[in-house]
């Protein structure tokens, strides 16, 4: 296991297209996190998960998010009727529980047009 | 509420100088202290952290950061820099409790000369 991988790197979409964005953590790890970094910002944490339950979620995951990880490996997150102000940098990381500290995956990079 | 704040958007230095990225928080309970780093177009690298014991952390790369807790502090060091150390580097905090939820600061930009 090489690390943490996100699928695709790149995606470019149309505005109000859904899109879908997986994350394979390193496989012995726990918790699994996603963070959206925007350009010239740092990572902001938006939800993460322990095994298959999703433990918190920020304030920054509106209702046109939601992100799964049905059998507690990879993780989806999904942006339903994306708008332009979703184009970012997405990022995923895993971790053992109780861990400080995580791998972070190589992101996806979204750009809505 | 948890913060980092990195009070240079850009730090500048000739290739073999020492360098120091400076970064401050605001946690309550006992911090620890993340730094990593992210190239063009990639994911975030950890460098190092601090979760207790010594105040001065080692890390990779030649990197090592002084955890201060009367300023508040965590700047990262370099004895020597290298124009391959160019890239954006992130302070992070979590906080004591168990979500491991990390509060970055908005970075770093070192350019390193030759």
């Known amino acids: 296991d090489t690390g943490v991988s996100q699928d695709p790197r790149h995606k470019i979409t149309k505005r109000g297209q859904n899109v879908t964005f997986r994350c394979d953590p390193i496989?012995?790890?726990?918790?699994l996190y996603w963070y959206r970094q925007t350009l010239g910002q740092g990572p902001e944490f938006l939800t993460y998960?322990?095994?298959?339950?999703?433990?918190?979620k920020s304030r920054l995951l509106s209702d046109r998010f939601s992100a799964e990880r049905p059998k507690g490996s990879f993780s989806t997150l999904e942006i339903q009727r994306t708008e332009q102000g979703d184009s970012a940098m997405y990022l995923c990381?895993?971790?053992?529980?109780?861990?400080?500290?995580?791998?972070f995956g190589s992101g996806t990079r979204l750009t809505v047009v | 509420a948890q913060s980092v704040a990195q009070p240079e958007d850009q730090v500048n230095v000739a290739e073999g100088n020492p360098l120091t990225v400076k970064c401050t928080y605001s946690?309550?309970?006992?911090?620890?202290l993340f730094w990593y780093v992210q190239y063009p177009n990639r994911g975030l690298q950890f460098l190092l952290k601090?979760?207790?014991?010594?105040?001065l952390v080692k890390g990779s790369y030649g990197f090592e950061a002084e955890f201060n807790k009367s300023q508040t502090s965590f700047h990262l060091k370099k004895p020597s820099a290298l124009v391959s150390d160019s890239a954006l580097y992130f302070c992070?905090?979590?906080?004591?409790?168990?979500?491991?939820?990390?509060?970055f600061g908005q970075g770093t930009t070192l350019q390193v000369k030759p």
């Open positions: 990381a895993s971790s053992l529980a109780g861990h400080r500290g995580y791998t």
């Open positions: 496989s012995e790890h726990n918790r």
């Open positions: 998960f322990q095994n298959e339950a999703q433990l918190e």
């Open positions: 946690v309550s309970g006992n911090p620890y």
């Open positions: 601090y979760i207790t014991g010594d105040n």
């Open positions: 992070a905090v979590s906080g004591s409790g168990n979500t491991g939820k990390l509060i």
